[in-house]
């Protein structure tokens, strides 16, 4: 699907792996489950800008990487994507989005807020990544770890700030969801453009002529309740990556789609650097899984030897 120059590629199943019609996920989705009580995310103790923490009642809930919360001391996006077990407390890794407030005075409790966008979603699973890699080279030489999940969070204030710039608008605390909001008129009638797919468990995201990301679930049902984040997601990128056009910084487009082998190479990009891929216990149950190769990094989040949530990312050489 296409419209001024956004693509999207509806991915569907092959057919030895679809699963039942009417099938229960296993897991109830974040944003659901802060709407019904299903689980907390607060402030821990007086507040800590890299994390946050989630309590979990009767059923697990899963969060995705590029998930935001809103709230709190400051808004925050998550790291990764984390499977909470039913019952629990669980530290979440997070950066802030919001480099002018930390407030004392409000409620230490979160809102689930929109899917931050696939570049910043890009950015951070980079950031992420490297920092995997050094806590493994940490860990070989018997050094202490330093935190495993952080991202870079003064390069994502900067990079918030080249966006205020670029549209030539600038918050009271410089909140990326303040950016937005502020786009929010031009965002709806494109992504009005894209319907949900049926059946499909995910998506590449086509940006000035090239496939920019990929993004796979292990339900349909996923997909169906995440669609409308997933391609706001795609547009407030598609946005940026015209006003960088038009500031100078980033190439105009010579092409509206990505070239028909783009996707092939970007998934054998991505199984040629499973040879390479770190692999961690994930925050919550499960293993993270981090890779890195040319011109494809990515990650996803494994439970039981099952991908339960998969993004790649283009890597610009």
Same mark, same amino acid.
Do not use: M
């Given at each position: 699907m296409e419209r001024d120059g956004l693509v999207l590629i509806a991915l569907q199943p092959s057919a030895t792996t679809q699963e039942a019609p009417g099938a229960q996920l296993p897991y109830l989705l974040f944003e659901q489950a802060v709407a019904d009580g299903a689980v907390e995310v607060h402030e821990i103790g007086t507040g800590s800008v890299p994390s946050v923490a989630a309590t979990t009642k009767? +059923? !697990?809930?899963?969060?995705? #990487?590029?998930?935001?919360?809103?709230?709190?001391? +400051?808004?925050?996006?998550?790291?990764?994507?984390?499977?909470? *077990? /039913?019952?629990?407390?669980? &530290?979440?890794?997070?950066?802030?989005?919001?480099?002018?407030?930390?407030?004392?005075g409000v409620a230490a409790r979160f809102a689930a807020g929109r899917k931050a966008d696939y570049a910043l979603r890009s950015m951070l699973s $980079?950031?992420?990544? &490297?920092?995997?890699? =050094?806590?493994?080279?940490? /860990?070989? #030489? %018997? #050094? *202490?770890? *330093? $935190?495993?999940? #952080? /991202?870079?969070?003064?390069?994502v204030w900067a990079e918030i700030g080249r966006r205020e710039t670029r549209? %030539?608008? $600038?918050?009271?605390?410089?909140?990326? $969801?303040? @950016?937005?909001?502020?786009?929010? +008129?031009?965002?709806?009638?494109? /992504?009005?453009?894209?319907?949900? !797919?049926?059946g499909a468990t995910g998506l590449a995201v086509g940006v000035?002529? =090239?496939?920019?990301? @990929?993004?796979?679930?292990?339900h349909p049902a996923t997909l169906t309740a995440s669609w409308s984040r997933l391609v706001e997601s795609a547009v407030s990128a598609h946005l940026d990556h015209q006003r960088a056009v038009a500031a100078g910084v980033a190439p105009a487009a010579t092409t509206r789609f990505p070239d028909s082998g783009a996707l092939g190479r970007m998934v054998g990009r991505a199984v040629a650097a499973l040879d390479g891929a770190l692999y961690g216990p994930s925050v919550g149950e499960g293993v993270d899984l981090r890779l890195a190769g040319p011109k494809v990094a990515g990650s996803a989040l494994v439970r039981d030897g099952h991908v339960v949530h998969a993004e790649l990312f283009r890597v610009e050489a």
């Open positions: 009767g +059923q !697990p809930v899963v969060i995705f #990487a590029g998930d935001t919360i809103t709230g709190g001391k +400051q808004n925050r996006v998550i790291n990764i994507s984390v499977w909470l *077990p /039913a019952g629990k407390v669980t &530290e979440l890794p997070v950066t802030c989005l919001e480099l002018g407030r930390w407030d004392p $980079h950031q992420v990544g &490297e920092q995997r890699r =050094r806590s493994a080279e940490f /860990a070989a #030489a %018997g #050094a *202490p770890v *330093p $935190h495993s999940y #952080a /991202a870079d969070q003064g390069e549209a %030539g608008r $600038h918050s009271g605390t410089s909140a990326l $969801h303040e @950016l937005y909001e502020d786009e929010a +008129q031009d965002a709806r009638p494109l /992504a009005g453009a894209f319907p949900r !797919p049926a000035g002529g =090239r496939l920019v990301a @990929l993004e796979l679930f292990d």
